[in-house]
């Protein structure tokens, strides 16, 4: 079973409108961790915004805000204002720690593209 | 500036050769891993590592192999056993059982030929 789904492969984007990325995921432990990573065409992965399964207060880093729902099991990214660089490959994914092992899961991506 | 350093960023393999994709962090990081990307794909994890001398299989180890006989490299080796080894293979690292992302590498891409 897939741990984090990630369900809109792509999305078009009118430039300065916000947008919502979404992302759910599956675990049966209490604590754990949700990042959303930004991937332009050059391939590098760029940390975007972090959320603790205990952090009571949505987590928001500038034109970044985190919509965590727990009960849900949602973690969507909303990008303000969306302008022309943020297109790129945007990617959810889920720490995990197990018998002292971490890990990092990611899902399959949604590939945003801002139109002017 | 610290960061982790991948290379060579492009690598050209033969079928039936082994080729050692290095990674190199200067972050004082305890934790590694690789991962490999294939075209529209998500990242999927190959090998980790918690400390020095120990590393953990992923969920896609099979073809390959790891050392981690410094805390400041994690170098991937694709083995002639790897089916489909072309795709873009990305190192990270992080601080153990720290909140904060982890950082990447900027990518190596491999393609056989």
């Known amino acids: 079973a897939q741990k984090i789904t990630q369900t809109q492969p792509g999305m078009f984007v009118q430039e300065k409108e916000a947008v919502t990325l979404d992302c759910t995921y599956d675990?049966?432990?209490?604590?754990?961790?949700l990042f959303w990573y930004k991937q332009p065409s050059s391939g590098e992965m760029i940390f975007l915004i972090y959320?603790?399964?205990?952090?009571?207060q949505n987590a928001t880093e500038g034109r970044y805000s985190l919509n965590f729902q727990k009960a849900r099991k949602s973690a969507n990214l909303v990008i303000s204002a969306s302008q022309l660089g943020d297109s790129a490959m945007y990617f959810c994914a889920m720490r995990e720690v197990n018998f002292g092992n971490e890990k990092l899961t990611f899902g399959t991506g949604t590939r945003l593209t801002i139109i002017p | 500036d610290g960061g982790i350093t991948q290379s060579p960023k492009y690598l050209f393999r033969k079928e039936g050769q082994n080729v050692t994709l290095s990674c190199e962090q200067n972050l004082n990081h305890d934790a590694m891993y690789w991962y490999r990307q294939d075209p529209g794909q998500g990242l999927r994890l190959i090998y980790y590592?918690?400390?020095?001398?120990?590393?953990q299989k992923g969920d896609i180890a099979e073809g390959y192999s790891v050392s981690r006989e410094k805390k400041e490299s994690f170098p991937l080796t694709v083995t002639s056993a790897q089916k489909n080894p072309t795709a873009f293979y990305l190192c990270a690292s992080s601080i153990s059982a720290e909140n904060y992302g982890y950082t990447f590498g900027s990518g190596t891409r491999l393609t056989v030929v």
């Open positions: 590592s918690q400390i020095v001398n120990d590393f």
């Open positions: 675990t049966s432990d209490p604590s754990y961790g």
């Open positions: 959320q603790g399964s205990y952090d009571q």
